[in-house]
Structures are given as structure tokens and as C-alpha cells.
């Protein structure tokens, strides 16, 4: 899989790694967002946005994809448990 943001075999290869993961509902307001960013990174992975929409109204979810990868398969798996207690699920076709 090749992320927008690591590109395979260039200096910003990306974690060896990675997962695509997708959140959707009020992940903006409910700064359920901002804390699955934080807990990746507080997990020793990193990330990569690669769809964000954003609902234009209140009663409009958001919908996010994300590209999370880690050094090892067991921090990955930690960050996979993680987004899943936040809402996040690994998309059927990844």
C-alpha cells in the first residue's frame, strides 16, 4: 500500500508497518479526532490523513482515512486496538 504522504523507497518511506483505518461521525466537535492522532503518536506510530470530509452541518458526520503505521507489528496492533475503542475500523477491501 503507498500512502500520499510516505512514498515507497523515498526518504519519507514511512513505518514498515501500516494499516488503513477509517472513522466517521462527529469526530470534529467530539475532538475524537484530535485524540486518535495523539494516542498513534503516543503509541510510538505515525500517521498519515489521507481523506478528510468534513460534514457542513451539525447533524452532518465526518468521515476521515487514515494510513496509521508503526515500527512493529505489536505497536501497530496497539494503535489498531486503540482507534477501534475510539470508533475506527480497518476497511473490508485493506
Not at 10 to 32: T, W
Not at 81 to 90: A, F, I, T
Request: hydrophobic share 35%; net charge negative.
Amino acid at each position: 500500500m503507498e500512502s500520499k504522504c510516505w512514498k515507497a523507497g523515498g526518504q519519507h518511506a514511512g513505518p514498515p508497518h501500516q494499516q488503513i483505518v477509517e472513522i466517521a461521525g462527529h469526530i470534529l466537535d467530539s475532538l475524537v479526532l484530535s485524540e486518535a492522532l495523539d494516542d498513534v503518536l503516543a503509541l510510538g506510530g505515525d500517521y498519515c490523513i489521507e481523506e478528510l470530509d468534513v460534514g457542513h452541518r451539525k447533524e452532518n458526520p465526518s468521515f476521515v482515512r487514515l494510513t496509521v503505521g508503526a515500527p512493529t507489528p505489536e505497536q501497530l496492533q496497539a494503535i489498531l486496538v486503540r482507534l477501534e475503542q475510539l470508533g475506527g475500523r480497518v476497511p473490508e477491501s485493506h
